[in-house]
């Protein structure tokens, strides 16, 4: 089976920078994806990594460390609108699904 | 290139009565997945299929749940005999292909049992 870990719940300001973690234990690892949602609608696609390193977009970033099953989605220069849950994904090769996370909710405060 | 469609947006049942939640996919995508999600709580997988095809079940309650993706027309998450603990959001999502493709979610249906 799979497990993935996030934090519940995060707090941050507007302006800084926030790191959001996933540790996720896995067999068959094909990627790692972030996805966004904010209240009361559907997630949305924000990020893939299937190898090792740093993906940076735009002022959102996500790493993977396949060796440690850990990944980390970066925040940077924080909005109102960031608030929101994200969550984090992995895919199976045996499974050929996704499965997610519960998410962590991020409060950007002013 | 229209996204993924649900409807009803939003659906109110009396318990004891079925549920109907339809799901089509974006253009160009053959697998379909379902989600439910509770206030306040993540997204839990509940089946994936392909066309004709039921490929994963193992989220489903072994009662009363029943999905389908026929070879033509939206796919289907059945409700029978609906109880208040099922209210919730049913997300459903699609991908071009199976495993490592991103899914696109659609806006949701939102089932409220009376």
């Known amino acids: 089976g799979q497990n993935i870990d996030q934090p519940t719940e995060m707090t941050a300001t507007e302006g800084a920078i926030v790191q959001i973690n996933c540790t996720y234990q896995?067999?068959?690892?094909?990627?790692l994806f972030w996805y966004q949602q904010h209240a009361g609608e559907a997630p949305t696609f924000l990020s893939y990594?299937?190898?090792?390193g740093l993906e940076e977009k735009g002022r959102f970033s996500s790493f993977l460390s396949r060796s440690k099953g850990y990944s980390y989605l970066l925040l940077k220069e924080l909005q109102m609108k960031d608030s929101a849950s994200y969550l984090c994904?992995?895919?199976?090769?045996?499974?050929?699904?996704?499965?997610f996370g519960d998410g962590t909710t991020l409060t950007v405060k002013p | 290139n229209a996204g993924v469609m649900q409807n009803p947006r939003h659906l109110v049942r009396r318990r004891g009565q079925e549920a109907r939640l339809r799901c089509s996919p974006m253009k160009g995508h053959s697998h379909v997945y379902w989600y439910r999600q509770l206030p306040e709580e993540g997204l839990k997988f509940m089946v994936y299929?392909?066309?004709?095809?039921?490929?994963?079940e193992s989220g489903m309650p072994k009662e009363r749940f029943s999905a389908e993706f026929p070879k033509e027309g939206p796919s289907i998450l059945r409700i029978q005999q609906v109880v208040r603990g099922d209210s919730a959001a049913y997300f459903c999502?699609?991908?071009?292909?199976?495993?490592?493709?991103?899914?696109?979610f659609g806006p949701g249906t939102r089932l409220t049992v009376t």
């Open positions: 994904a992995v895919s199976n090769t045996n499974a050929g699904k996704s499965t």
């Open positions: 896995t067999s068959g690892f094909n990627g």
């Open positions: 999502a699609s991908s071009q292909g199976q495993g490592a493709y991103e899914q696109y």
């Open positions: 990594n299937v190898l090792d």
């Open positions: 299929l392909q066309k004709e095809n039921i490929i994963d």
